[in-house]
């Protein structure tokens, strides 16, 4: 399914006369909603098939434990059947009776002995034993499911108990219970509160090979540079209705280039968002939601040989408030983690400080701020594909239905060991607030290699 949403969408970007972007933008998110259903689906008949042999399980324990009861209860209340049989309810022989059906070889041998038994051999339990087990294994032997020589292989055959256990209780009067037993010990009984935060966080220091196209709406160039980034969450879940995800992430990297004669350094990364999610749970995985998405970036953004500020701290500010409901990913034998979050409601704000950078980022001549009412969709997905190699990818997408926004970030961890990691980032970017350009439209992309120490916890 997933390789369908990526087809689609290489294929947006270099045909332009495939679909217009409102198309693009209604497709994934259909394909979004089936991949969630598609996951709901097989997650529902896992559930279905344990559910069964759980009540399989339970339906056999029960009716042992509904014979047991009436055995015990026939024997305490008739002396003659407790002188009688009282000893055999604690005879551990009887288990071959209710195990797993399995081939023994003691009821072939009783059954063919030629023998007779001499004075004290004969065990009447046994042969009886030994007479049911040759009962079943003539008639159904389509029920053996396995056989004593197995289980030898394994230990599983003991032959160091050859007369049933009786454990001997003897019962004693109140009256007869010593002095400094009688009071009850004072206990001190410590309650905590129990603590419904999960803290954890994502560090990483490395240098990187990256490629970013020339109309890149922050600027920037292809080159080597150094990144730093740390990613901090603090997640509520109370264990019943309530979630509250919060995510902080800050990304700063720097870089040189002899052809700059103008910048020492300048960034090549540069990153600022806070994202929080409250929901409040409809079904097992279903949540009604309120999100809030809130970016801007540290520092300036230039291109090379160019003094003219591209982008800075609070230009732009984006801050986008949505209504509506996420799908809590589960698959893959939790393999596959994350959400899915469509919000049919969406309310996104965006300010822009510096008045040369107002009509570069979609704003009329003379105002700062830009107020846009739509539709929005978040998917943040985590895939372990094995303990060394993950893939974590957030698509965002946001409309007004008369323009539109769609950021896909992919990022690919290959992990050598604790502390050292290489990353591979591609991230393609469509606004058509910005201006066209002649050779990428309104696409734009970036990418990076990077390799050096990382660490989470």
Known sequence: MMSVLVFLFIFALYNKTFMSMKRVFITMILMVCVISLSAQNNQRADRNIQYQQYQLMKNYTDSLMVYKQR??????????????????????????????????????????????????????????????????????????????????????????????????????????????????????????????????????????????????????????SLLGSITMEANYDNKQKVKWDNKLEMKLGFMTSKSDSIHSFKASEDLLRLTSKFGLQATKRWYYTLQMIAYTQFT???????????????????????????????????????????????????????????????????????????????????????????WQTRLYGFTTYSRAELEWENTFTFQFNKYISTKLFIYPRFDDCTGRDDHHGYWQFKEFFSLGFSYSF
């Open 300 to 390: 300036h953004g230039y291109k090379s040989n160019d003094r003219f500020v591209y982008s800075d701290f609070l230009s732009p500010f984006n801050l986008n408030l949505s209504l509506g409901m996420y799908y809590n990913v589960e698959a893959c034998n939790k393999k596959l983690t994350g959400t899915i979050h469509l919000a049919p409601f969406a309310y996104n704000f965006k300010y822009v400080e510096r008045s040369p950078l107002v009509k570069r980022n979609g704003l009329e001549e003379g105002k700062h701020t830009l107020h846009d009412f739509g539709s929005q969709f978040t998917v943040d997905l985590k895939w372990a594909f094995s303990d060394n190699i993950q």
């Open 71 to 224: 055995l015990d209860s026939l024997v305490a209340s008739d002396e003659t059947l407790n002188e009688q049989y009282g000893s055999m309810l604690a005879d551990g022989r009887f288990y071959r009776l209710f195990a797993p059906l399995t081939y023994y070889q003691a009821p072939a041998k009783n059954a063919l002995r030629m023998a007779l038994y001499t004075e004290g051999e004969q065990d009447e339990v046994n042969d009886e034993i030994d007479n049911v087990l040759m009962n079943v294994y003539l008639n159904r032997p389509d029920l053996v499911v396995n056989s004593e020589s197995n289980l030898r292989k394994v230990g599983g055959v003991s032959n160091d108990i050859i007369v049933p256990i009786q454990q001997n209780v003897e019962l004693v009067s109140e009256n007869n219970i010593p002095d400094d037993l009688q009071d009850d010990p004072e206990v001190d009984v410590v309650v905590e509160k129990p603590n419904f935060w999960t803290i954890k966080g994502d560090y990483y220091l490395q240098g990187l090979q990256n490629y970013i196209s020339g109309n890149w709406y922050k600027g920037g160039e292809s080159n080597y």
